[in-house]
């Protein structure tokens, strides 16, 4: 009898449960992963700070229904940094609120997607600058927001707010051009470039993954290049973690910067053998 009281509750608990879990994810978007290479063309949405410092989202405001591609409206990807990223930020500055058409490539690493950039198309229009703040109710560009929540985080030198603090014309939604906008206020911008057949080592230091390029024992060059999540980062330290030794590798890749750092996105990474000719 006892154990029959018990199973009740049991079942009755586990209804409970259920029908709480499910009362709670209608509230909760949860977009269906994307494969690897996935493109985003042309969507809509949102680029919205996160809590931590310099992380940001593109939040989908409408539905996205295309070939492989769905995505609920509400939906959030993480914006990998990029000089598109950079541009859209320094954009932002001047916009009513930070909503952009973005087309970029959709990434996986670890059961979650992240989007690189590659183009944008702001939506929205040319912000006052007579107005304090020149910000329309409830919408704050993506770099305001940071500044006047978390001012000690903003990285742009002065000068640099100064000059996108200058009155210009008003106008409907347009794009400047990256060449002559985001590059003359930021010195340490560069284009993108394909890194083809590089050989060297991928290393982890402290929370994040590195490239250094070196030649077979010579080191041709100080740079290193941080590693963006990607699937093929994941199967590398798969196999790093399995190597009992230093693993030289010969990868390929896109090479962006954001804020003065160098980013790699990989997309082909082979292991090198020097058969003991060479250290390391």
Known sequence: ????????????????????????SAEVVIPQLLPEGTMLRRVDGLVIASDSNDVWHFE?????NEAGVRLPAGARLEL???????????????????????TGQVTL????NFLLAGYFLPLSKLRDPNEPGGLESGARPAEATI?????????????????????????????KAPATAARSTDPQRFLNRVLVDTVGFIERR???????PDALGRNVSALRYELLPCRVLEQTQGRLAAS?????????????????KRYLLLQRVTRVYNHGNFGG
């Not at 049991?10 to 029908?19: H, P």
């Not at 006047?148 to 794009?175: H, K, N, S, V, Y």
């Not at 402290?206 to 250094?212: C, K, M």
């Open 1 to 24: 009898m006892r154990r029959t009281q018990v199973t009740k509750w049991a079942g009755f608990l586990g209804l409970l449960l259920t029908v709480v879990a499910a009362a709670g």
């Open 206 to 212: 402290e929370d994040r993954w590195e490239f250094v």
């Open 60 to 64: 989908v405001t409408r539905d996205v």
């Open 147 to 175: 500044q006047r929540t978390r001012p000690d985080d903003l990285t742009l030198p002065p000068e640099i707010l100064d000059r996108l603090r200058e009155r210009r014309a008003m106008g409907g939604p347009q794009r």
């Open 244 to 260: 009992p030794e230093r693993m030289r590798c010969k990868v390929a890749g896109l090479v962006t910067g954001h804020r003065g």
């Open 80 to 102: 990998l940094p990029s000089v598109t990223l950079g541009d859209v930020l320094v954009d932002a500055n001047d916009r009513a609120a930070p909503h952009y058409r973005l």
């Open 109 to 112: 690493y670890r059961q979650r």
